[in-house]
Every structure is written in structure tokens, then in C-alpha cells.
T-cell receptor
């Protein structure tokens, strides 16, 4: 079974600074997808970014980018120019087949 | 476009009562997923459907839980009888065909007293 691990329960960043959230996963598959979801206090799960395992190029969406290291099974999220609205729980998720497996989440606090 | 719709947003019920959670997926999506989120277990998949047919229900905790999808635009998750340990946020998500993204509804916060 696939497992997803987020080793940082909580992170803090100063507004306008950059922060990196870590995620590692375990799988024997070669074809899969990885995602980062954001869950603000409203509890809505918002898709932030996705990465296909077959792509070597790291995905980027505006201020959000990933560092995908397939051999190391590592998938970190970098948030640049952090904003107060970035404060939320962030979940890393693995999709092999049709099922998503989530990590335990990292709570990001943004200091003004 | 409307996203995934769930109702109710909040539900408070007494132990032993029947609870029904409802979900309307994004129009045209052919996969529907039910997840449960708790502090202890995080986000876990309960069941998912493809073209209204249940494909994998291995995450359903026990026989008190049941899910149906009578048509492409509606699904229910029922708990009967409910217990305090069922208190959680229940999410519905949908996706389209081979596309990997799942889109989540706002969730239903269930409290069983």
C-alpha cells in the first residue's frame, strides 16, 4: 500500500518570504500523480498543484512550485512571496489508479 | 460552473439516529469519491463510484455505513445507527475520466452526541 508522509506538523513563515513544505511517499509503481491541496479554515480542499511522475520538469503555478525527486520519492512544495491568505493546512497526496492517499498535513502560519 | 455540492454543511445528531449526507458531483464527472477527515486518522477514502457503480468500498468502516449513487448527479452516504466516533468531516469529491484531479465539495461536519 502507498504511504505519504509529511514530517512537518507545523511551519511558520514571514509575509513575503519563501517557505518549503516537505513530503515523501512510498510506492512500487512507476506511473502516478502527486498533488498538493490547501485546506483553509473554511475546510474547503483546494487543489494547488499537480505533478505527473513521468515528467522530469517540476510543476509551477504562479507563486507555487514543486521539487519532485522521483528516485528519492520526495515531493516538496515551495511557496514564494508568502501572503497572509496562504495560511492553511497543506496536504500532499499520491494518486495511483483512481485512489488518493493523503499525508497527515502541515499547518502553515504566515506572520505579518 | 458549480463545483461539488454537499448538504447539509453541518449536522448534529444523537447517538443511534440515522444520518444521511448528500452529494452532487460536478456535471459530467463520472467518478465520485467519499472521504472522511478526523484528527486521529486524517483524510481517508471510504468508497468510490464510477458511472454510478461502486468500485471500491474497502474503506467503509463497518456495516453501519452505506453509500448509493442512484444517478450521475446524486449520491448519498448513510450512517445507521450513528455513534459518537462517527463525528468527523465528510467530503465528497468528483473527477472526470482519466484526468487525475479530484475536486472536493465543502464537506459536511457531522457531530454525534
Amino acid at each position: 500500500a502507498q504511504t505519504v508522509t509529511q514530517s512537518q506538523p507545523e511551519m511558520s513563515v514571514q509575509e513575503a518570504e519563501t517557505v518549503t513544505l516537505s513530503c515523501t511517499y512510498d510506492t512500487s509503481e512507476s506511473d502516478y500523480y502527486l498533488f498538493w491541496y490547501k485546506q483553509p479554515p473554511s475546510r474547503q480542499m483546494i487543489l494547488v498543484i499537480r505533478q505527473e511522475a513521468y515528467k522530469q520538469q517540476n510543476a509551477t503555478e504562479n507563486r507555487f512550485s514543486v521539487n519532485f525527486q522521483k528516485a528519492a520519492k520526495s515531493f516538496s512544495l515551495k511557496i514564494s512571496d508568502s501572503q497572509l491568505g496562504d495560511a492553511a493546512m497543506y496536504f500532499c497526496a499520491y494518486r495511483g489508479g483512481n485512489m488518493l492517499t493523503f499525508g497527515g498535513g502541515t499547518r502553515l502560519m504566515v506572520k505579518p | 460552473d458549480a463545483g461539488v455540492i454537499q448538504s447539509p454543511r453541518h449536522e448534529v445528531t444523537e447517538m443511534g439516529q440515522e444520518v444521511t449526507l448528500r452529494c452532487k458531483p460536478i456535471s459530467g464527472h463520472d467518478y465520485l469519491f467519499w472521504y472522511r477527515q478526523t484528527m486521529m486518522r486524517g483524510l481517508e477514502l471510504l468508497i468510490y463510484f464510477n458511472n454510478n457503480v461502486p468500485i471500491d468500498d474497502s474503506g467503509m468502516p463497518e456495516d453501519r455505513f452505506s453509500a448509493k449513487m442512484p444517478n450521475a448527479s446524486f449520491s448519498t452516504l448513510k450512517i445507521q445507527p450513528s455513534e459518537p466516533r462517527d463525528s468527523a468531516v465528510y467530503f465528497c469529491a468528483s473527477s472526470l475520466g482519466a484526468l487525475p484531479e479530484q475536486y472536493f465539495g465543502p464537506g459536511t461536519r457531522l457531530t454525534v452526541t
